[in-house]
């Protein structure tokens, strides 16, 4: 599937639809212009006459001016450019998509409360509780809502980060200090620094900030010993972060950055993927479906049955 091909024959669209527009205001301005002139000329004569006056010879001019624009003929050009174009692209489309991908489908017993798990799972991951409490209501299966309280913490957690509260996220590394150290993540550690950052920068003395340290940062340092010696250098930067050499601290990329790897260890300590398993099993249906696509036209061809295989005939790389 050429996509770069779509793009680019969509952009020539969007081109040639500018192009249209833009030509039909000129042609419209011109329209105006020239009625406008005509009713100026009738209003002198209006009021030179001071009685009836013969306005037909300011009309047969306007038409032969109108004429002579010949508007009809300006826009036919830019319109049959853009018709060819929208035509190219809208087979352009129909060559690359199929229109009925339903012919890749193959009749195969799912158990249906693993998938309605999945589902489930998935609304409450990405957190839309409403929306996955009542699919869980409505197909009557309550296994899918049995991650449904820790990823509420997870996303009370993000939210807080996000008005820049860290207290929440704190609390939830140091209650799981030892197995984020298992999996060799550095969270723990980079939310203290981000913290030491806020009250060095949000109002907080040097002394407040050097205590904070001296609590919770120090007990990092034999391992991540240069780390910390930048964030010691901070305080003599204290009024003026922005305007140092470790401004970059600063940097709301940390926050995003952090957000992501808070999300990621939150899930593997569940035992979860970080990624969704339904959106990951989309994907690569996504990616293998042209082949499959093409794999059942070949079939039919044959007269092979697409149901009837066991296994495919040829390996489809992802």
């Not at 479906?289 to 489809?316: D, G």
Request: charged letters at 20%; proline letters at 3%; glycine letters at 4%.
């Amino acid at each position: 599937m050429e996509l770069d091909s779509l793009r680019e024959a969509f952009d020539r669209v969007i081109e040639k639809r500018a192009s249209s527009s833009a030509k039909a205001w000129e042609v419209i301005d011109q329209i105006v212009n020239e009625v406008e002139q005509a009713i100026t000329k009738i209003q002198m004569m209006n009021t030179d006459s001071m009685g009836s006056a013969d306005h037909s010879s300011i009309l047969a001019e306007l038409k032969a001016k109108l004429n002579e624009l010949a508007p009809l003929n300006q826009l036919e050009g830019c319109q049959k450019e853009l018709n060819v174009a929208l035509s190219k692209y809208l087979k352009l489309l129909e060559k690359s998509f199929s229109p009925d991908i339903s012919k890749a489908y193959r009749n195969v017993d799912f158990e249906a409360s693993t998938i309605n798990s999945i589902i489930a799972n998935h609304f409450y991951r990405q957190g839309l509780f409403d929306l996955g409490d009542l699919f869980v209501s409505e197909c009557g299966e309550s296994d899918g809502a049995h991650l449904k309280l820790q990823f509420q913490e997870m996303y009370s957690i993000l939210e807080a980060m996000q008005v820049r509260n860290l207290q929440p996220a704190l609390s939830w590394a140091a209650k799981n200090h030892h197995q984020l150290l298992q999996n060799g993540s550095t969270l723990e550690l980079n939310l203290h620094q981000l913290q030491f950052v806020e009250i060095l920068t949000k109002g907080g003395s040097r002394d407040e900030a050097l205590k904070y340290a001296r609590t919770h940062l120090v007990p990092f340092a034999c391992t991540f010993k240069a780390e910390i010696q930048k964030l010691m250098a901070c305080l003599l930067w204290a009024d003026k972060l922005d305007q140092s050499p470790y401004a970059e601290f600063m940097s709301s990329t940390h926050w995003e950055k952090l957000a992501e790897e808070l999300t990621h260890q939150f899930c593997s300590l569940l035992g979860q993927s970080s990624e969704s398993p339904l959106g990951v099993a989309i994907s690569a249906g996504f990616q293998g479906l042209p082949t499959l696509l093409k794999l059942t036209t070949v079939m039919a061809a044959k007269k092979q049955e697409w149901q009837a295989m066991k296994q495919l005939p040829v390996p489809i790389d992802y």
